[in-house]
């Protein structure tokens, strides 16, 4: 043995890292499992919140519409209220806009600042067209989110919103 | 890669001596279990070391979901342990770490005790070792108290009344532990929270270095 | 190694340019007597601590840790107790000459003898011999400390009815309860509350009455006849009121 004491060293280094990464591995395994579990939870899928809204009353004009609902934040419930800019198209189907500016999360509204026919964001001057759309040369990227839209009862039900393809 | 890497750092920061003289240090052969299986006493102070590991790893990643107020305390132990995948085994290596780590402590203690380790020139060493052991008893009271469930707060309410107890500073130090002169509450709870988290844990850490300073000094003990 | 008068540093630095070489220190002309600390010595070190995690893994899957329900400070009738490391020094408190107005003595004169004698051990037992064996005084008082810790462990765990002490601490289910119904107002003005407590969650002196999967009859029969530890006739109203009171009770559920 003797003879080769690097090749016995060698081993030796081998087995300890050996060793060494399997206690490792046996400590931190479960916590960092533990730690990533929202990453992996994955969404739950979007219930429909009721609004006051009827659905009949919806006209061509976006019209602003806030609802509440009960959200679950692992031990914490809290209600949380929420807003949608709602409109019938032209094909007469219902569209709900996230009111969330896609630029920096502001507020946008209908026909702000006299911008006719458009969403106005205040915080950067951000425009968006009727349909969502941003306005090419203002600081939106991306067109404003969309709910997906059901009926209950004659009211409006509003999923969790989803990115927009127009 | 890796070496001309480690060349680099090497060159600049000379760090060659700093871990060789941890890697090649001599340790006697009396210690090995190898050579002797009754050496296997010598594996108490390192496993007692190795529990505390595991005990600063599984308390960080308890404190991503725990919240140490009496409103939601219990309810994020309880979503911590039963909806989060694992919480059961990162909370259980918490819970019982913190016993096994006064048994392994124990343990150390008569090892050292009975081969009369701690005498000259060691005796140093072992009042450190000592002051390690209170710690380590602070640290298991203090973590009682953080689920805030009955036993966390009915045990915690009986140690405060025991410090209370003590002549002359008996009820300065209660209202200290417990943050205020009559409850045992929200502010008792932060403060616990608090020691057994921040305070207790560096001065575990600084005397650990200061025990292992002194063990690298001085070598193991001879054999008896 | 080069030292003193032109040594030469890398850069303006305090790092030596000379590099010193990277080969670990070689123990053969010390066969058997001391060895590395990597690997040789770790290693041995590692497979001890790799053979323990797997146990200690084991411990914790086979034994969830304890948690109880939710600190309730206005249940005076719960026992507690602390970690069992702190027994000894919960059970010295029981004796006579340990409490009461000798607490000093309980709660610190003998424990700080005990832990101060630890503490200062080194400077108390102060002879060159190492033996246990040559030195008796040191051995006979740690033993002496050891069986005395042992046996007053001991005595706390065997005073404690350990089940009743579970059931005290654990999770009861909550139902949703109408405060307003006429037969909580029964179970109200007849007492019942008093054990059973306003949740009806139960205490230490009485059960949950939270979805017992008793029908209503059988409840009814309770109240009146008593069962366990609870005395017949503590149910004093009238007919009306206890079919009420029974039905009310045999239809609460969990939420």
């Known amino acids: 043995m003797s003879k080769q004491p690097v090749s016995r060293r060698q081993f030796l280094n081998y087995t300890l890292t050996g060793v060494g990464g399997f206690m490792a591995a046996g400590m931190l395994m479960p916590m960092v499992r533990f730690a990533v579990d929202p990453v992996l939870k994955g969404e739950a899928a979007g219930d429909y919140h009721p609004t006051q809204q009827k659905v009949s009353e919806?006209?061509?004009?976006?019209?602003?519409?806030?609802?509440?609902?009960?959200?679950?934040?692992?031990?914490?419930?809290?209600?949380?209220?929420?807003?949608?800019?709602?409109?019938?198209?032209?094909?007469?189907?219902?569209?709900?806009?996230?009111?969330?500016?896609?630029?920096?999360?502001?507020?946008?509204?209908?026909?702000?600042?006299?911008?006719?026919?458009?969403?106005?964001?205040?915080?950067?001057?951000?425009?968006?067209?009727?349909?969502?759309?941003?306005?090419?040369?203002?600081?939106?990227?991306?067109?404003?989110?969309?709910?997906?839209?059901?009926e209950k009862d004659g009211l409006l039900q509003l999923g969790k919103p989803q990115a927009n393809n127009v | 890669m890796l070496n001309k890497i480690y060349d680099w750092v090497d060159e600049r920061l000379d760090i060659t001596p700093l871990w060789r003289d941890i890697a090649d240090h001599e340790v006697p052969e009396h210690v090995n279990p190898a050579h002797h299986f009754s050496a296997f006493v010598y594996c108490f102070g390192g496993l007692t070391f190795f529990v505390t590991v595991i005990q600063i790893l599984s308390g960080m990643f308890l404190t991503m979901y725990y919240v140490p107020d009496i409103k939601n305390a219990w309810e994020s132990v309880y979503y911590l342990q039963n909806e989060v995948a694992f919480g059961v085994i990162v909370r259980g290596m918490h819970h019982w770490g913190a016993s096994l780590v006064i048994v392994m402590m124990f343990l150390h203690t008569l090892r050292v005790f009975f081969q009369g380790a701690y005498k000259k020139p060691r005796e140093l060493n072992w009042v450190v070792g000592v002051l390690i052991f209170f710690v380590m008893l602070g640290l298991g009271f203090t973590g009682y108290l953080l689920p805030w469930d009955m036993k966390a707060l009915f045990a915690t309410k009986v140690g405060i009344e025991i410090a209370a107890s003590t002549p002359l500073i008996g009820h300065e130090l209660k209202v200290l532990l417990a943050g205020h002169p009559d409850i045992v509450g929200a502010q008792t709870l932060t403060r616990f929270f608090a020691i057994h988290v921040f305070f207790l844990p560096a001065a575990l850490l600084g005397l650990m270095g200061a025990h292992f300073l002194m063990i690298r000094k001085q070598g193991i003990s001879g054999p008896l | 190694m080069h030292r003193g008068k032109g040594m030469k540093f890398v850069g303006d630095s305090r790092v030596p340019a000379e590099r010193k070489p990277n080969i670990p220190k070689d123990y053969s002309e010390y066969p058997g007597k001391t060895e590395a600390f990597w690997p040789n010595f770790l290693l041995k070190e590692w497979m001890v601590g790799a053979v323990f995690l797997i146990g200690y893994l084991c411990l914790t899957i086979a034994h969830p840790s304890p948690l109880e329900r939710v600190a309730d400070p206005t249940d005076t009738g719960y026992l507690p107790l602390p970690d069992w490391y702190f027994l000894f020094l919960y059970q010295l408190l029981?004796?006579?000459?340990?409490?009461?107005?000798?607490?000093?003595?309980?709660?610190?004169?003998?424990?700080?003898?005990?832990?101060?004698?630890?503490?200062?051990?080194?400077?108390?037992?102060?002879?060159?011999?190492?033996?246990?064996?040559?030195?008796?005084?040191?051995?006979?008082?740690?033993?002496?400390?050891?069986?005395?810790?042992?046996?007053?462990?001991?005595?706390?765990?065997?005073?404690?009815?350990?089940?009743?002490?579970?059931?005290?601490?654990?999770?009861?289910?909550?139902?949703?309860?109408?405060?307003?119904?006429?037969?909580?107002?029964?179970?109200?003005?007849?007492?019942?509350?008093?054990?059973?407590?306003?949740?009806?969650?139960?205490?230490?002196?009485?059960?949950?009455?939270?979805?017992?999967?008793?029908?209503?009859?059988?409840?009814?029969?309770?109240?009146?006849?008593?069962?366990?530890?609870?005395?017949?006739?503590?149910?004093?109203?009238?007919?009306?009121?206890?079919?009420?009171?029974?039905?009310?009770?045999?239809?609460l559920e969990a939420k």
């Not at chain 1, 502001?106 to 759309?133: A, I, M, R």
């Not at chain 3, 006429?182 to 139960?202: K, R």
């Open chain 1, 58 to 150: 919806l006209t061509e004009t976006p019209v602003r519409v806030d609802f509440s609902y009960e959200q679950k934040d692992a031990w914490y419930t809290s209600e949380v209220t929420s807003t949608a800019w709602v409109y019938k198209n032209n094909k007469g189907e219902i569209v709900a806009l996230s009111p969330v500016c896609k630029h920096l999360g502001c507020t946008v509204s209908w026909e702000g600042n006299d911008h006719k026919n458009q969403f106005f964001c205040p915080c950067h001057n951000g425009l968006y067209e009727k349909s969502g759309k941003n306005v090419p040369g203002t600081p939106p990227l991306k067109p404003l989110d969309v709910y997906p839209t059901a």
């Open chain 3, 94 to 251: 029981k004796y006579t000459y340990a409490s009461g107005p000798y607490n000093i003595i309980g709660a610190f004169i003998i424990p700080g003898l005990a832990f101060g004698a630890l503490m200062l051990a080194p400077f108390i037992d102060r002879g060159p011999k190492r033996r246990p064996t040559q030195r008796p005084f040191a051995t006979g008082f740690m033993l002496l400390s050891i069986a005395s810790i042992i046996f007053l462990t001991w005595e706390s765990v065997v005073a404690v009815d350990w089940e009743a002490k579970e059931a005290m601490g654990k999770i009861v289910e909550e139902a949703e309860i109408d405060t307003s119904s006429d037969g909580f107002v029964v179970y109200e003005e007849n007492g019942c509350i008093n054990c059973h407590g306003d949740n009806l969650a139960g205490g230490s002196a009485a059960p949950s009455l939270v979805g017992t999967g008793l029908t209503a009859e059988e409840v009814a029969d309770i109240a009146k006849n008593g069962v366990g530890k609870m005395p017949p006739g503590m149910y004093k109203g009238n007919d009306e009121d206890l079919a009420k009171l029974s039905e009310f009770i045999s239809t």
